[in-house]
């Protein structure tokens, strides 16, 4: 099964909130992050998470963990429509190479 | 400053050819690693480079090779291609084999016929 999961789609009107959420599986993960992709590009780091923090905001951004549910979430305040793309949750563990183990990303449409 | 740039954009192969895709990191930087992005999924880890050296491999068959050269840039190299691997392929930058955080690419998107 997959380490990473999330919903496939979000549709919110532009200005309310938007909450994209996803589950990870490994207890021992050590860095949460979220990438932004938009159509016909790469992946955009918008923001990571230590493990050992309950929440993190940059801007428009809160993102809050949940251990014991191993949940995290990515709140995107005032959403404009700039703010349609893919979303990517990815965990990574200590151990050397701190590579990301990807979601199928949640497909976030904005409209008026 | 440019970020991570990749070459070529755009790529059509026919089955059972082989195909090089490039990659130069941020400046600074000295990690490569390469995903594969299949329509609809997330990206998947191929490869990842240290210092010229092979520090990780995901689980792709012995047809997918990469190397990094003095200058950091990559190549992740393809044989005997299969419609399968059709995908966007995207190379990531960190600054070292450690770092916590990697920068992406745009990506080559290859189309197999």
């Known amino acids: 099964g997959e380490d990473v999961e999330q919903s496939l789609f979000l549709s919110v009107r532009e200005g309310d909130s938007s909450v994209i959420n996803c589950t990870y599986t490994d207890s021992s993960s050590t860095y949460l992050y979220w990438y932004k992709q938009e159509p016909g590009a790469g992946l955009q780091l918008l923001t990571y998470i230590f493990s050992n923090m309950d929440m993190k905001q940059d801007q428009r951004l809160t993102v809050l963990l949940n251990k014991k549910d191993k949940h995290l979430s990515l709140r995107i305040a005032d959403t404009q429509t700039g703010d349609s793309a893919i979303y990517f949750c990815a965990e990574s563990m200590r151990g050397g190479s701190y590579i990301p183990t990807f979601g199928r990303g949640t497909s976030l449409i904005v409209h008026p | 400053d440019a970020g991570v740039t990749q070459s070529p954009t755009h790529l059509i192969k026919t089955r059972g050819q082989h195909v090089t895709l490039r990659c130069s990191p941020i400046?600074?930087?000295?990690?490569v690693s390469w995903y594969q992005q299949v329509l609809g999924q997330g990206p998947q880890f191929i490869f990842q480079y240290y210092e010229k050296e092979e520090r990780g491999r995901g689980n792709f068959p012995d047809r997918f090779s990469a190397r990094q050269f003095p200058n950091y840039s990559s190549e992740l190299n393809v044989n005997a291609l299969l419609l399968g691997d059709s995908a966007l392929y995207l190379c990531a930058s960190s600054s070292s084999g450690t770092s916590e955080t990697q920068y992406f690419g745009p990506g080559t998107r290859l189309l197999v016929l």
């Open positions: 400046s600074g930087h000295k990690s």
